[in-house]
């Protein structure tokens, strides 16, 4: 048999309310994402899933053509990767999940492989699926479409997730799918864009600094 040489190494986790994750050894690879209210009923395993895609489809451009060792713990999750495929009782929903990281990793030239750890050994990723960010909101779409017809339209949403973003592009505080990248104060294309701002409320003096510092346009949304 041969043996293929492992090139990443993850760790995710998933609680009732979230997942998260990260890519060992590479720095500010944090991830997370919350689940709507309709996943966070579904069973332990599937949000294990769920989880490992997300992280998967957060780092895409990282994996891409490599082979990765993803480590859990979730038991059901690593008998069903290392059995390469699920029971007869399997779930449909579990099924449908297990399936979409198959193909996700088949698109994506990735070879993947799992190991079961304790959950003491796996604790970054456990804190990262239960953090509880209370500045994850948003504003209700219908009013964003006054402002996008008044002042945009915006090109890029710099305070967001791919849950709650308004414009197509976006950044984010932590990697999630399809994120432009993290941190709003170090994209380079800030000049070029019309940018859409609705940040944490603790971060608007240090956006104002900056946009005025800078000449750049923005729309701020910012509390009376």
Not at 20 to 31: L, P, R, T, Y
Not at 103 to 126: M, T, Y
Not at 158 to 177: K, L
Not at 185 to 202: E, G, H, L, M, T
């Amino acid at each position: 048999m041969r043996l293929i040489p492992i090139s990443l190494r993850l760790f995710v986790d998933a609680s009732d309310s979230g997942w998260g994750g990260f890519i060992d050894g590479v720095e500010s690879s944090s991830a997370r994402g919350y689940f709507t209210p309709e996943e966070r009923v579904l069973s332990s395993t599937w949000h294990e899933a769920r989880g490992l895609l997300e992280l998967l489809r957060s780092h895409v451009s990282a994996i891409r053509g490599k082979c990765i060792l993803f480590f859990t713990d979730n038991q059901n999750v690593a008998r069903y990767f290392a059995a390469g495929g699920c029971s007869g009782n399997t779930t449909h929903r579990l099924h449908v999940e297990l399936l979409a990281v198959f193909w996700f990793c088949v698109a994506s030239g990735v070879r993947l492989a799992v190991q079961w750890i304790p959950r003491e050994e796996n604790d970054k990723a456990d804190y990262l699926s239960k953090i509880i960010d209370i500045d994850d909101w948003k504003l209700h779409p219908q009013l964003f479409a006054v402002l996008d017809a008044r002042w945009g339209p915006h090109s890029v949403d710099r305070f967001a997730t791919h849950t709650n973003t308004m414009c197509p592009r976006f950044n984010s505080r932590f990697w999630c799918p399809d994120t432009g990248g993290i941190d709003a104060f170090s994209q380079s294309d800030r000049s070029v864009c019309n940018n859409w701002c609705n940040p944490p409320f603790r971060l608007i003096g240090r956006l104002i600094s900056l946009l005025r510092e800078l000449g750049v346009e923005a729309t701020v949304i910012v509390p009376v």
